[in-house]
């Protein structure tokens, strides 16, 4: 089983998987924003920035899938951009249940050197205050999608970094 797992790591399937889902949740945050007019608020913002992250750290380990040690580094970076993802998406659901009063603002945060809300304001500029998030299906809310996948991810990625270093 384990050296299934340790093979998939390795495989493109793998790296396309992170990669499309990646994509697709943006899209969907998207069609949210303009489709059905739910703007993001900061911590939707900080959300979209840990999985363009694991977006570019997929691409990175598709083109070095072959390359062990680059395979290594691109494991951990998605591990710790899962638990950027997790961390973000934790705030999220304390603020949509009221664990956490007042920790947003309408200022996004980012640093002048990285101000993607400028850059890119389409997809990176908050548009309101924190406090809920839309259902998605079955009356789950984003907030709360975002923390079981997140969580989950983490999970398979800390495994899978660690099978980098099984022997074979």
């Known amino acids: ?12 399937w793998y790296w396309l998987s992170l990669i499309i889902i990646g994509l697709l949740m943006e899209g969907i945050a998207l069609f949210y924003q303009y489709g059905l007019d739910y ?14 992250f694991l977006v570019l750290v997929a691409t990175l380990g598709l083109l070095t899938r072959k390359h062990q040690g680059m395979g290594r580094v691109s ?11 997790s961390e973000r ?14 920790s947003c603002s309408m200022d996004s945060g980012l640093p002048e050197w990285f101000a993607l809300d ?16 839309p259902e998605l299906l079955l009356k ?10 997140s969580l989950l991810l983490s999970l398979t990625a800390l495994t899978l970094f660690i099978l980098q270093f099984r022997t074979r």
């Open 118 to 133: 400028k850059w890119i304001p389409h997809m990176f500029e908050p548009w309101e205050p924190c406090g809920y998030t």
């Open 140 to 149: 789950i809310t984003m907030a709360e999608g975002l923390i079981a996948f």
């Open 39 to 52: 703007g993001p608020c900061v911590l939707c913002i900080h959300v979209r920035i840990w999985v363009m």
């Open 89 to 102: 998406s934790y705030q999220t659901l304390a603020v949509e249940r009221g664990w956490i009063i007042d």
């Open 1 to 12: 089983m384990l050296d299934k797992f340790s093979c998939f790591s390795r495989s493109i």
């Open 75 to 85: 494991h951990l970076l998605v591990f710790l951009s899962s638990l950027g993802l």
